[in-house]
Each structure stands twice: as structure tokens, then as C-alpha cells.
């Protein structure tokens, strides 16, 4: 089952929870620093691949998936189909470079040469979920 937007953290903060999803390991660091330095977020974990990132998913239900879309293992679709099977109510943020538009299994789209928008984008998504 999904919990609801945003978790407590030890600082007795309510912020949602991300789980990155993706298998460059500069952009995983890139993507949780800014996440990280807005404070508005918690990284709940990141995933190397596809698959590992849909166990971890299941396993954290975050409230943002930020997913890559050429991955190892599952790619962006697998993985995604997955996630939404188990955890229907997060959202997911497909970020990748071999996109060029929306796809069906996504909340919304970002090009990885915006890098700079995914953290809005974030914050945008997840207001509108807590606003229902």
C-alpha cells in the first residue's frame, strides 16, 4: 500500500521522499545534492538499474521516482510499469536524454539537459498531490 506524501524524518521534518533511479553515478550525485541543498526533500535511496530501482521502490514507497529511461537491467518502461503495478500512487519524473517527449507511464518529462528545472519540477508535483 501507498502511504501518504511526505514521511517524518529524524529532524521531525514532513518532506517528501525521492528515490533516484538511475546508473551514471555523477548524475546520481548531481540530482541528490540538489535535492539535498533545496532541504525540501529526503532521498530515500537510489537505484544502479532498473530493477534494483523497482525493489527499492516497493521497498520504500517513496512519494518521486525520478527515473532515467536507458538503464541496465529494466529500462525506464519495465521499470515503471512495475513501480506503478505496486506503488500506484507516487510520482514519477521521467528524466532522460533519449526521450523527446512524455511518456504514458510518467507524471511529467524532463530532458537531462534541464537539470537545472528537476527540483521545481519536483516541488511542483508534489504539491499538487498533497492539494487533492
Not at 534494483?52 to 527515473?67: I, K, R, S, Y
Request: glycine share 8%; proline share 5%; net charge negative.
Amino acid at each position: 500500500m501507498y502511504s501518504r506524501l511526505g514521511k517524518t524524518d529524524n529532524r521531525g521534518m514532513n518532506r517528501p521522499v525521492v528515490l533516484i533511479i538511475e546508473d551514471d553515478p555523477s548524475m546520481q550525485e548531481i540530482m541528490a545534492a540538489m535535492f539535498e541543498d533545496h532541504g525540501g526533500f529526503r532521498i530515500g535511496g537510489v537505484g544502479q538499474n532498473g530493477f534494483e530501482g523497482a525493489m527499492l521502490a516497493c521497498d520504500l514507497e517513496p512519494d518521486l521516482v525520478v527515473l532515467d529511461y536507458c538503464m541496465p537491467r529494466w529500462d525506464g518502461d519495465r521499470t515503471a510499469i512495475f513501480i506503478r503495478e505496486q506503488c500506484p500512487g507516487l510520482k514519477i519524473i521521467a528524466f532522460s536524454a533519449a526521450l523527446q517527449t512524455c511518456p504514458e507511464w510518467a507524471d511529467d518529462f524532463l530532458d537531462k539537459t534541464r537539470i537545472e528545472d528537476l527540483v521545481p519540477l519536483a516541488e511542483h508535483l508534489c504539491a499538487a498531490a498533497l492539494s487533492r
